[in-house]
């Protein structure tokens, strides 16, 4: 099992933040997705693509079983080591998706869950993609849909424009520039594979409030662009958010709305 490679304190507690606020809430309702569009069964040799902290390779993980291997691959160290405090066993590797550090051929299953708006060459980690798979394998990459189709995050992004500034509107603006499929599809037919295919799913995504939804960001997300907020702005931001966002609020205090994403899937041929 390769070292994990060491993170700062601030990475780590970025990475945690992230499993803590966004993974439940946000991220593993659509793991089984990729899981099926994969077609991850016991005893395949999956890598996870911009694993982050690692909930769709654990997903991956109970699928394989013993028998099988799971590889996370991401470029922050934070999220690398978050990802190891909550399953050791999976082998966790710092990496980007344009230069994947595997042999050619060596994964049944490819899977990548929200990473690749933030991929600078997608055409190139398509490409990777493709060589690392074994020929037959399969290949299954989730992005979200645009943002007139995830309201919720539409409020959210005014929220942030409005109290801590437009740089922070746009880290969220940029997971939703995906929001044409056809980008994702031309990269992967372009890096050689074959049968891609689309469908565009929708998952209830479920915060413990509605301050919360806005919270996960402040702490969560913001401090990966290197937007480190202080706890009185935070308590300030979360205040003035009310007005926008206390609408998702169900009775018992929850914030449930439901989110858009395109799952793409593809097989390599050779
Ligand atoms: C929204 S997170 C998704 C993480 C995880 N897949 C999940 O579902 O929770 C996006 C991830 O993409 C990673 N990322 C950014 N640029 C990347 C690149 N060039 N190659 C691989 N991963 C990248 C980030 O470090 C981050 O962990």
């Known amino acids: 099992m390769p070292k994990i490679p060491s993170a700062t304190r601030e990475e780590l507690e970025a990475g945690r933040g992230y499993e803590a606020l966004f993974v439940p809430a946000l991220f593993e309702p659509w793991t089984k997705h990729l899981v099926n569009g994969a077609g991850i069964v016991e005893g395949c040799d999956v890598l996870d693509v911009a694993c982050g902290s690692g909930v769709l390779a654990r997903h991956a ?9 799971v590889v996370g691959v991401d470029p922050a160290p934070g999220m690398i080591a978050a990802a190891n405090e909550v399953q050791p066993g999976i082998e966790w590797m710092l990496g980007r998706a344009e ?34 798979l074994k020929p037959g394998g399969r290949v299954a990459v989730a992005v979200w849909n645009s943002i007139e189709h995830n309201p919720a995050y539409r409020d959210i992004i005014a929220v942030l424009d409005e109290q801590v500034g437009t740089e922070a509107g746009d880290a969220l603006r940029l997971p939703y520039t995906l929001g044409d499929a056809g980008q994702v599809t031309m990269s992967l037919s372009a890096g050689g594979f074959e049968d891609v295919a689309c469908e565009t799913r ?14 996960a960001e402040l702490r969560g997300w913001l401090p990966l662009f290197g937007i480190n907020l202080s706890e009185e702005k935070i308590a300030d931001v979360l205040q003035k958010s009310d007005g926008k966002l206390s609408k ?15 799952i793409i899937t593809a097989r390599r041929q050779h």
């Open 61 to 69: 993980f109970e699928e394989a079983g013993k028998s099988g291997r």
């Open 99 to 132: 230069e994947l550090p595997f042999e050619d051929g060596t994964f049944d299953c490819v899977v990548s869950q929200f990473g690749m708006m933030f991929f600078q060459d997608r055409d190139k980690a398509a490409t990777e993609m493709h060589r690392v």
């Open 202 to 215: 929708t998952e209830q995504a479920g915060f413990p409030g509605s301050r919360t939804m806005v919270e």
């Open 248 to 262: 998702y609020a169900t009775p018992s205090g929850e914030a449930v709305f439901p989110t858009s994403a395109h």
